[in-house]
């Protein structure tokens, strides 16, 4: 059911005159003999970074199955560095040999969306950010943490760079404590940078000072954050 509403979505596709113009030779798993040639779309984006991309192709291979081919190509993304599977299957339509895609491996979580103001100031958050995501989804647990702490520092770094443009040497050198004593002036952004980094700060230690709280709570002080410094970009736009 779930391959079949794919290929409706596909077929709904190819009728608003999406073309296929990427070929590809799979070798075919029951005789190890490059099998047909086929039309496929190149995946837009990767499921792991959710970086738009124009992967390339490792490896293919295909497997004949009563409904048709289905074939699944190895694909790597030249911005994470990582490889996913996209598995795609024949369906007879426009008499064309063409592939449509049943799903990509692994299917990747949606990343937090951070607005553009954020971006504009601090892009080196977001991206280190949406990796600590990445890394909790995956289960790593035990060092998504420290991708939290360290996304922080480069929020409230750069954040502090906008508010002091004159101090930005002494602001990148700063331990991030003394950075926030000294150069966050809003009292709702210094008190939650504070709190986010003593949490933060226990994820690398052996013995955790805040047993109470975990990385949920640095994510939620994380968002707060994110909340008032676009309040404050916007008022000073």
Known sequence: TVQFSFVLQYKKIFKRGVTMNKTLTPICIEDNQKDYTFYYESPKKCPLCNTGI???????????KSSGKLVSILFFCPHCDMCFLGVYRTETYANTDSLYLIG?????????????NISEISPKFVEIYHQAEKAEQ???????????????????????ITCHPDNVNEIKK??????????IDNPKIKNLSKASAWLGNDEAHYSRKHEDYNIQHIKAFISAILTYIEAELSYIK
């Open 104 to 116: 990509l491996i692994p299917r990747g979580n949606p990343v937090t969306g951070i607005s553009n």
């Open 174 to 183: 700063q331990p991030l404590a003394p950075c926030i004593n000294k150069y």
């Open 138 to 160: 995956w289960g790593l647990n035990e060092i998504c943490g420290l991708g939290y702490r360290k996304a922080l520092e480069f929020l409230v770094k750069d954040y502090a």
């Open 54 to 64: 124009e992967p390339k192709i490792l490896s293919a291979f295909s497997i004949t």
